[in-house]
């Protein structure tokens, strides 16, 4: 891939990226929601190939266009509903828009303000790439009502928004599972390499949920999660680099960061106490690794985002 294609980090890095406004994108938070006819794409838009580490859902009342991820392109038309998850790199282009909301939260957020099992809760958010879903009116006007309802909360001013913002953003999840996805079991999906890729991105989930709760002391390492599913390390590693298009490694980093986020935002355990539990043995260490992939302190992010959620 393109070494000029943005690895796009946050829908802010992203917008910045593409020279668009982030006056209403706290970088903080982890959670977006942004009405793209405000947006200001020059008609018809095609944007560069990028990679998010975020989820998203883009609720389409009236727009058309297009995205692609891999060798997959979807055509997003009225009533379209589009869920993506971190994943492999993309591009979207907009030929019309009239009503579209783009929502796009990260896994601290969900753990943070809708369910620390938010995996258990709701599986299909672990899958890898989605045909947007086709709406009844009757379904897409009651989740039109939510995310206007998320969209109001968001540029309000309530010292209380993001808890009230989880909560709506629960409902939507709920509705939509329900209504798309309520039979859905991510190992059922695809051929036997997506079945590995579940596998892992589960055992990974689980895994790392049971280290923040404190059930276990060591950090699986790549031989670790290929012995779980009595692979080689070696084609674990190549399975999940060819359908994921990031390597294991990348993604081991990434639960790491979102665990200690996550730790950082609900607990008040001290810097030291987050370094052993995450499998560091110096708390230099683990700062270093958190700052290499975030650009701020452990010290500081917690400032941040306690500044943010006041």
């Keep these: 891939m393109n070494s000029n294609n943005p690895e796009a980090k946050t829908l802010y890095d992203l917008y910045q990226l593409l020279g668009f406004g982030v006056d209403m994108i706290d970088p903080a938070v982890g959670f977006t929601i942004v009405n793209l006819k405000a947006v200001g794409f020059e008609l018809p838009y095609r944007s560069p190939s990028f990679r998010p580490d975020y989820f998203s859902f883009l609720f389409v009342k009236d727009g058309s266009g297009q995205y692609t991820i891999d060798e997959y392109s979807f055509k997003t038309v009225p009533h379209s509903i589009y869920f993506t998850n971190p994943s492999n790199y993309r591009t979207f282009g ?9 929502i796009t939260f990260d896994e601290a957020f969900l753990k943070k303000y809708v369910s620390k099992e938010i995996f258990e809760d709701f599986p299909f958010l672990l899958t890898e790439t989605v045909s947007p879903k086709i709406a009844t009116d009757e379904f897409y006007n009651s989740v039109e009502k939510l995310y206007q309802q998320i969209y109001k909360e968001y540029t309000g001013e309530s010292s209380a928004k993001y808890k009230i913002i989880g909560h709506l953003l629960a409902v939507l999840l709920y509705r939509i599972k329900e209504y798309f996805w309520n039979d859905y079991n ?15 991105k589960r055992l990974l989930e689980k895994h790392y949920r049971e280290v923040s709760a404190g059930k276990v002391e060591t950090v699986f390492r790549v031989k670790d999660y290929a012995d779980a599913q009595h692979l080689h390390p070696n084609y674990l590693s190549n399975v999940i680099k060819s359908k994921t298009g990031k390597p294991i490694t990348v993604w081991i980093t990434a639960k790491t960061i979102a665990e200690a986020k996550s730790l950082l935002q609900n607990t008040s355990e001290t810097i030291k106490e987050i370094t052993y539990r995450l499998g560091f043995s110096e708390t230099a260490h683990f700062s270093n690794y958190f700052k290499k992939h975030t650009g701020i302190s452990p010290v500081e992010y917690r400032k941040e985002w306690l500044e943010a959620s006041r």
């Design 94 to 102: 907009w030929d019309s828009i009239e009503e579209v909301y783009l």
């Design 186 to 200: 991510p190992i059922d999906e695809g051929n036997r390499s997506s079945q590995i890729v579940k596998s892992f």
